[in-house]
């Protein structure tokens, strides 16, 4: 037979019924019908049903048919066919044909699988099998598995074509790719460093880059103008539910743009990336200062979907008699408030005084919540009889009160602890009742931030230290001066989800030392740590700027998924640790000597590997428990004693090997009987209170925990 070009499983249609074809994939799904086999076969494409019957496949296919199991890796050769009328699958791209094998080649096997790949059901009217609940470390560690899922298919091939569509833009606009280095200097940008020790410079280290942000400034000294790269960053942070310890950025700076211009250009390339999954943002995106987003929404990453606003009181109580407002303002304090507008009857007197002014709120961090209801045309809460006639009524002019509206005020000495508060409670509220529409999309500039913020020790940067202020007349060592500067930066914000962000930069070196001085940096550690990069600005470095987006974060708005490792191909867990690799994971001791690690190789010891450690210390190793100095007497007697009773016993038995049990050993065996499967365990009522579930197995807290 003349070889068949591989054809693909989805793209397979009626005006290709009668031509032979070639196929190669994954057994998705089986069905056994006796004498007919029928299987759905897989490739990236899509699935096509496959039919082996004695009425048209040799009988050594249909012999070897009956062999294949999920996953099988295999080459078939057949005719395609129309399917029997009422048979059809409307639920497959392909549920009008079939595919008449005639030939089956097993290319690889499939051991038993971890959980079920398969997405389709293969009746007509079956639809989309139901989801199964798989532990996502399970998930994590058979990745490659996960990964044949068409969903996870789709997913990553949607987020290249998003990607692309941003690469095709940037090239459109006359921007070039270049790449930066991975390991680079450890500079502050506002996270830990991740530190790659070097075998060639014994005890100094590289760092994994937090972002390119002093190799892209350094391109635009070179004179390339418009630069972008999508790269791989590092940032060893705290963990989050929607954070990773590696992440992918588009990165963009161009030269001689001021803020407008690079905010109009971004917003055109994340309309089309937005566009890729169908979804129309509206234009032009709006313009918000932070001061204006932290005062009504509490937070400098707003969600527009939905109102309940952020509305100032503190004027009204200004000469209230309510001790507790009172004593907050005597204290300099700030009372703000939102109109949960006609939920009267979903918020009940019993929910807002006992969940949310007892639990919810204090959980935000304020120490409570004033609530208010609005019935005709009146205040009615515990504490209206503390209020003047006066102060009500400026109450319900001020929030636009009306019947059925709820207001609900929190108070407190800290203004920051207020609008946090009271922010955190709006995206509370707003998802308990429903006001946020998740198919809508609002994306908003957040501008004018604060360049420093607020320390122990002074001041520090508000986003990184080459961040342009909104002017040059300041003196660095005056932290309040300081901290009332403006920066010249934007954050692109949608749905309250900060996609990316970025900012005018520094090019006047002079400007940059008194920044580096403000942030309280000596004259010897600016230049170890930026003298490259001052001497660079010596050299003509034009005006420039430039912004960053969080790709994965992007990707997952784009397409909907609740988490950006579904959007990621190989992610760590919520632990920043991989179950597939085992990641991160111990080095051998040669390793550590070799590279001179923290001077373990001069010391000859490697803390819980040594040999000639102190038997205390190895059980502390070991069993992963700490010992604090009181207690480390009396655990080194035990362990002394144990040792000295192990001697005992080895010179006991002289050159006889020891001896464990002077009784006869005799196995206790069942009767030999088929096994079979505890029928609570196949339709789940087993697992019904197991705290979680992997596979087919209770998922326990560990014993040990590190």
């Known amino acids: 037979m003349p070889d068949i070009n591989r054809s693909s499983c989805g793209d397979l249609r009626s005006t290709h019924v009668g031509r032979e074809v070639r196929l190669a994939g994954w057994v998705d799904a089986l069905r056994d019908h006796g004498d007919v086999q029928f299987i759905h076969l897989r490739d990236r494409s899509g699935v096509v049903q496959v039919v082996f019957s004695p009425e048209v496949s040799p009988a050594g296919a249909c012999e070897l048919s ?11 050769r ?5 399917r029997a009328q009422g048979t059809e699958n409307p639920h497959i791209e392909t549920g009008t044909i079939e595919l008449m094998a005639r030939e089956l080649t097993i290319l690889s096997r499939a051991a038993t699988l971890p959980f079920p790949v398969s997405e389709k059901a293969m009746v007509a009217d079956g639809g989309h099998k139901r989801a199964e609940t798989v532990a996502e470390d399970l998930r994590l560690q058979y990745r490659y598995l996960d990964l044949r899922r068409p969903a996870m298919q789709d997913n990553l091939g949607r987020r290249y074509r998003i990607i692309k569509t941003a690469r095709d833009y940037l090239d459109e606009q006359g921007f070039i790719e270049v ?3 991975m390991l680079t200097k450890s500079t502050p940008e506002g996270a830990r460093d991740y530190l790659v020790p070097s075998r060639h410079f014994p005890r100094k280290f590289y760092a994994l880059p937090q972002s390119p942000q002093l190799f892209k400034q350094l391109l635009m000294v070179a004179g390339f103008e418009r630069y972008f790269q999508v790269v791989r960053c590092f940032r060893d942070e705290d963990l989050r539910p929607n954070r990773q310890p ?4 588009l990165d963009l700076e161009a030269s001689f743009l001021d803020e407008t211009s690079i905010r109009d250009l971004t917003e055109e390339m994340v309309w089309r990336m937005f566009r890729v999954g169908g979804i129309e943002l509206p234009r032009p995106f709006p313009l918000m200062t932070y001061q204006t987003a932290m005062d009504g929404y509490g937070t400098d990453r707003p969600d527009l979907r939905f109102g309940l606003q952020c509305i100032e009181a503190t004027d009204i109580f200004q000469h209230t008699g309510y001790s507790i407002f009172k004593q907050i303002l005597q204290r300099g304090g700030s009372i703000k408030g939102i109109n949960v507008r006609g939920q009267s009857e979903q ?6 005084q006992n969940e949310y002014a007892k639990e919810i709120v204090p959980s935000f961090g304020a120490k409570g ?3 208010m209801r609005v019935m005709d045309g009146d205040l009615d809460s515990n504490i209206v009889q503390f209020f003047s006639d006066q102060e009500k009524q400026a109450i319900i002019e001020r929030f636009d009160a009306r019947g059925g509206d709820v207001l609900l005020l929190i108070a407190d000495p ?7 508060a009271l922010g955190q409670l709006r995206l509370h509220l707003g998802h308990r009742l429903g006001l946020i529409s998740p198919a809508s999309f609002c994306p908003v500039w957040v501008t004018d931030f604060p ?3 607020a320390t122990e020790e002074g001041v520090t940067s508000s986003h990184h230290p080459f961040t342009a202020p909104d002017r040059h007349d300041f003196d660095p060592t005056d932290d309040q001066g300081l901290l009332r500067l403006r920066s010249r930066a934007y954050d692109l914000v949608v749905n309250g989800e900060e996609l990316g962000g970025g900012s005018i930069r520094i090019h006047d070196k002079e400007l940059q030392l008194k920044v580096f001085r403000a942030l309280g940096l000596a004259d010897d550690d600016i230049d170890n740590k930026f003298g490259f990069f001052l001497q660079a600005l010596d050299y003509g470095a034009p005006p420039h700027g430039g912004l960053a987006l969080g790709l994965d974060r992007v990707v997952a708005m784009v397409l909907g998924t609740t988490s950006i490792r579904e959007v990621t191909a190989f992610p760590k867990n919520r632990s920043a640790f991989c179950p597939l690799t085992q990641a991160p994971a111990d080095v051998s001791q040669e390793q550590l000597r070799e590279l001179d690690l923290l001077g373990m190789a001069a010391a000859g010891t490697v803390p819980g590997m040594e040999e000639d450690q102190k038997p205390i210390d190895t059980l502390s190793w070991v069993a992963r428990i700490g010992l604090r100095d009181e207690e480390r007497p009396v655990v080194n007697e035990a362990v002394e004693e144990a040792v000295q009773l192990a001697g005992l016993m080895q010179r006991a038995a002289g050159n006889e090997e020891p001896v464990f049990t002077p009784v006869t050993l005799n196995n206790r065996m069942r009767p030999p009987e088929p096994a079979r499967i505890c029928p609570f365990a196949e339709n789940g009522e087993m697992y019904r209170n197991a705290p979680s579930v992997k596979g087919d197995f209770f998922k326990v807290a560990g014993v040990l925990d590190q």
């Not at 009956?66 to 078939?76: A, G, M, Q, Y």
């Not at 057949?78 to 129309?82: F, I």
Request: glycine share 2%; proline share 2%; aromatic share 12%.
């Open 451 to 453: 360049l420093f913020t």
């Open 347 to 352: 918020l009940s007197k019993n929910v807002l």
């Open 66 to 76: 009956r062999s294949l199991k999920n996953e099988f890796c295999v080459e078939i």
């Open 414 to 420: 800290s203004y920051d602890t207020v609008v946090s």
């Open 179 to 181: 790449e930066t280095p």
């Open 78 to 82: 057949g005719t395609v066919a129309t």
């Open 246 to 249: 590696e992440f992918t950025q």
């Open 369 to 371: 919540m004033t609530w």
